[in-house]
């Protein structure tokens, strides 16, 4: 847990304070004082007795006990500085500026993992190395600016890049986004962007805490205690936005199964924020726009009205909403009527309700007023309007904001004028709005807010027992895949249904079943990683003349050891599969199966632990949903029964989670069952 002493400090030291406001030592004591902390404040600096008016010490000995330390030197001075502080100052909260460590090379990551130990040993918080530090109502103990002014209706604010933090307040600024608190974890040594989440989680306050954070993620170090605290905020009431940058396919190491061809790093990200709840981000203006809208009244639906005097703004907007699934409603009835009797001829009320170039304040109003208080089937307003420069259009303005406050139905503002209006919108933002100027991008956003997880996620939780036989299956294997055989045991044992099989590896073994199977059949080889790439699948077999003559060619195949022999039977070919990499949870993937997977990429991803309703959901959510359920006069698949597959194999991934990689293609499924053909397991323990 954070010390406190790092958040609300009663008194702090910059060590390497100075003058010189262009250096991240004198600048951060700058802001302190401009700022006002409200407690002490010192400086070691070995050649000033003041420094900014700020009593300096020039030897770290000489100094009396501290909270805090603000820490701008070169980074080879700082662990002795550090042990100092640790043991001889009581100081427990640490902010480090310095780079030069983890980031840097080897001699810099045995110096950070050095100033970490001495400040776990002495109970102590580090923020750091490498950051721009953190802004909060006690103090602002960052070297950067701009500073933004605090409300306790603004966001939380995590960042793991202090130069993304920057650029995100400077854009905000102009945005009227606001802020309650900034944390920048740089290479989080010791606190991280899970920690600060924690810290968050565990001292929400109903009344004073944020109810909207936002994260820019470079890494998640630990993924349980991250979903853990952001699923906890969510249920608390919190809105979560965020970025995840370094997620690309090529950070992915090379995979062996269709399931590890698929799940790429960016995978696991997406599918631990939809297990959280998180609005996923694209970059730093979408992620600032969606925390615009979070700030905003909350809407009942998904029923738009876009009110504009520009035509071709509300014509990209509609678009953009539509393709995103949000509806822009025709209005009509006599109450349209009655609001087109009161505005321009050339207007039009149908939705977007379009008041013209030459539309006035007072026509806006009335146009709000329909839609707040006439029109049932709108949930939320955007009001485009700019200006051709002509006159000012402060009225207008001012409207805005007094609707925005008073009616129960979000409004937003679409202020695309930035340069002909400029001085209208600041004073629009002064007044605590949010000025929204591009329709496409908040379009986008908007989709993204409404289209997100209700607050009220329910956290699948299931009860898992446990499973001695498939325990013993696991413990007597090495590392690597399973035999076919335990494999096909291990599905089985699951309580996933298994074609019947045999498995031979001699023409003898052959011999003394081919009386007693029932045709036609299928022959596989076992062995090669992907059958049917090496002509290791015969299907359709009719006779036993067939089924010798294929042996010798199938255990001619390279890496062949033994074939499968298997009734035919028909049905959709799906593809279920699970994933572990790192300390993430587990996934599974579900999609149309066969060697069309990895073509298709048609596949929905949940992460363990996996509810029936979650794999239901995975289900429905597939472009090829159609086909299972039926299509054409073709019969449906049993739904039930696909779905309990997937919670089959996630109960299983909590009974074994040696299990690194599992690969069932295909999963036979028809009208009355679901039935396993091939599988791959593999484990490291």
């Known amino acids: 847990m954070i010390h406190k002493n790092l958040i609300n400090p009663k008194n702090i030291v910059v060590i390497g304070g100075s003058d ?81 460590f983890s980031e840097k090379d080897k001699a810099g990551e045995r110096l950070e993992k050095e100033i970490t130990t001495i ?170 726009s969606v925390a615009g809208i979070l700030l905003q009244k909350e809407s009942k639906g ?14 990209m907007l509609t678009d953009i909403l539509s393709i995103n699934k949000l509806k822009i409603p025709q209005i009509k009835g006599i109450e349209s009527e009655n609001l087109l009797a009161e505005l321009f001829d050339g207007s039009s009320v149908s939705n977007p309700i379009d008041f013209l170039a030459t539309g006035t304040a007072e026509q806006l109003e009335k146009i709000i007023d329909h839609c707040e208080n006439k029109f049932d089937d709108i949930d939320a307003m955007v009001v485009i309007f700019g200006s051709p420069g002509l006159t000012s259009v402060y009225d207008v303005y001012d409207l805005l904001d007094k609707k925005i406050k008073s009616c129960k139905k979000p409004i937003y503002a679409v202020l695309p004028s930035v340069v002909n209006v400029h001085d209208e919108i600041s004073k629009f933002i002064a007044k605590g709005n949010t000025a929204f100027t591009d329709e496409v991008l908040f379009g986008k956003a908007l989709a993204k807010v409404y289209n997100s997880q209700d607050n009220s996620i329910k956290v699948d939780t299931t009860t898992v027992t446990e499973n001695k036989s498939i325990r013993k299956i696991i413990d007597a294997n090495n590392n690597g895949y399973l035999p076919a055989k335990d494999a096909r045991e291990v599905i089985r044992l699951s309580g996933v249904k298994f074609v019947e099989q045999y498995e031979v590896e001699t023409k003898s073994e052959l011999l003394e079943i081919v009386n007693d199977l029932t045709y036609p059949v299928a022959q596989k080889v076992i062995g090669p990683l992907h059958k049917s790439d090496v002509g290791g699948v015969i299907l359709n077999i009719r006779n036993k003349k067939e089924l010798l003559s294929n042996f010798d060619t199938l255990m001619h195949i390279k890496g062949a050891n033994s074939m499968l022999i298997q009734p035919m039977i028909s049905g959709i070919e799906i593809f279920v599969g699970a994933k572990k990499e790192q300390n993430f949870p587990p996934i599974i993937m579900c999609g149309l199966g066969g060697i069309f997977v990895e073509v298709l990429k048609d596949v929905q991803v949940g992460m363990v632990p996996i509810s029936k309703e ?72």
């Open 614 to 685: 979650k794999a239901t959901k995975m289900l429905t959510e597939l472009k090829s949903f159609p086909i299972l359920k039926g299509i054409r006069g073709q019969k449906g698949v049993n739904l039930d029964a696909l779905a309990d597959v997937i919670v089959h194999i996630s109960n299983l991934l909590q009974i074994a989670p040696e299990i690194t990689e599992l690969d069932i293609n295909p999963l036979l499924a028809y009208k009355n069952e679901v039935t396993a053909v091939d599988v791959r397991i593999r484990i490291e323990k």
């Open 302 to 315: 998904k029923n738009i009205a876009i009110i504009t005097h520009a035509g071709g703004p509300a014509v």
């Open 20 to 100: 010189n406001i262009h250096s991240p030592g004198g600048r951060v004591l700058k802001n302190l004082i401009d700022h006002h902390f409200n407690g002490e404040l010192f400086v070691v600096n070995p050649k000033k007795e003041i420094v900014q008016g700020i009593r300096s010490f020039q030897n770290i000995h000489d100094m009396p006990n501290v909270d805090l330390a603000i820490i701008a030197i070169a980074a080879k001075f700082i662990p002795e500085t550090v042990k100092i502080l640790a043991e001889t100052k009581n100081t427990k909260g640490f902010i480090i500026f310095s780079a030069g």
């Open 119 to 288: 400040i776990n040993k002495n109970g102590g918080s580090l923020l750091g190395p490498n950051n721009i530090g953190l802004i909060n109502q006690n103090y602002t103990g960052v070297f950067t600016t701009p500073i933004p002014k605090l409300d306790h209706k603004g966001v939380d604010f995590i960042s793991g890049s202090g130069a993304t933090a920057v650029f995100i307040m400077e854009a905000a600024q102009s945005f009227g986004l606001k802020f309650l608190s900034v944390y920048t974890v740089g290479n989080s040594a010791q606190i991280g962007v899970e920690e600060i989440l924690e810290y968050f989680d565990t001292t929400f306050d109903k009344k004073q805490s944020s109810r909207v954070k936002l994260l820019y993620i470079e890494s998640i170090k630990n993924p349980v205690k991250f979903l853990k605290h952001t699923s906890s905020l969510i249920k608390k009431g919190c809105k979560i936005a965020a970025i995840k940058a370094g997620s690309s396919e090529e950070g992915n190491r090379a995979a062996s199964s269709h399931t590890g061809a698929l799940a790429s790093s960016d995978v696991f990200i997406e599918a631990l924020f939809e297990k959280a709840g998180i609005i996923r981000c694209d970059g730093r203006n979408e992620l600032i």
